[in-house]
Nanobody, 114 residues
Framework: QVQLVESGGGLVQPGGSLRLSCEASGFTASGHWMLWVRQAPGKGLEWVSSISSGGNTYYSESVNGRFTMHRDNAKNTLYLQMSSLESEDTAVYYC????????RGQGTQVTVSS
């Protein structure tokens, strides 16, 4: 059974940093494309970043240079290191399997506010 559990969200001031985690179970994350997506209040789902099974990473223009995605194969866990956070980054963050609309966890709330 595929399960994804996100954690690490919280309240942070503009310019601050957070690291999100996504623990995967029921499948091997390194064998799939894995994504981080987010949903801001009143908006649709937005792609943030992806990592291929080969370990190549890709980022949306809005987060490129500020966010870094990586994977710990031994822990079957994905991470999203976020820095230089902006109020526009406020959203519920989800990790997703295979594609933006794929299996997701319950999400973790990130709020960027002073």
């Amino acid at each position: 059974q595929v399960q994804l559990v996100e954690s690490g969200g919280g309240l942070v001031q503009p310019g601050g940093s957070l690291r999100l985690s996504c623990e995967a179970s029921g499948f091997t994350a390194s064998g799939h494309w894995m994504l981080w997506v987010r949903q801001a209040p009143g908006k649709g789902l937005e792609w943030v970043s992806s990592i291929s099974s080969g370990g190549n990473t890709y980022y949306s223009e809005s987060v490129n240079g500020r966010f870094t995605m990586h994977r710990d194969n031994a822990k079957n866990t994905l991470y999203l290191q976020m820095s230089s956070l902006e109020s526009e980054d406020t959203a519920v963050y989800y990790c997703a399997k295979d594609y933006t609309g794929g299996a997701r966890g319950q999400g973790t709330q990130v709020t960027v506010s002073s």
